[in-house]
């Protein structure tokens, strides 16, 4: 076969994978996109909510949702807890793009993998294998000394979230 036409090939099955997104593993971006997609919706409150960062910038959190995890296969949405859970906690920080902060899971068992920094959709996604009726979130904060940054975290602060209810 003509390497031209393995290129043409391979070309179309990867426009394919792009349109459809397969195999693809995702997140809603917002808790009404993950109801509208069948997820169940479960919502957790936290029990700080105001944070003053080692940089003297301020943070807010506020109530923060999950929903299974999922993968897309012929173009749908396959929905398996098996990969865990999105744990999405919505952040305001008037400096979020300086990446000072991450959260992580205080229980590391039940740490599917993690994802803990602010993303461009205003939340930090936890991915824990299984939710619990209190789900605790470590606050780390880069060293405000840039010699050391993140090669010297402090851990700030420990919230717990109680599981509300299921929102569908």
């Known amino acids: 076969m003509p390497k031209k036409s393995l290129f043409a090939i391979f070309l179309a099955a990867l426009i394919y994978s792009c349109d459809t997104n397969e195999g693809l593993f ?14 169940t919706v479960v919502e957790y409150l936290p029990d700080k909510t ?7 910038t301020k943070m ?22 098996s990969d865990g859970y999105d744990f999405a906690v919505p952040v305001k920080n008037d400096s979020i793009e300086n990446f000072t902060f991450i959260f992580s899971l205080l229980d590391t068992t039940n740490r599917m993998f993690t994802n803990p920094g602010p993303e461009e959709d205003g939340f930090c996604h936890l991915r824990p294998k299984k939710l619990l009726d209190e789900m605790k979130i470590v606050l780390e904060q880069k ?25 569908n």
């Open 26 to 39: 995702g997140n809603s971006h917002s808790k009404k996109e993950a109801i509208a997609n069948g997820a």
């Open 60 to 81: 807010q959190i506020d109530t923060a949702w999950t929903e299974e995890s999922f993968t897309y296969h012929n173009g749908k949405r396959i929905m398996d807890s």
């Open 143 to 167: 060293d405000t000394d840039t010699s050391k940054g993140w090669m010297n975290p402090s851990i700030t602060d420990t919230v717990i979230f109680k599981k509300l209810q299921k929102v």
């Open 50 to 56: 105001i944070f003053t960062l080692l940089d003297g």
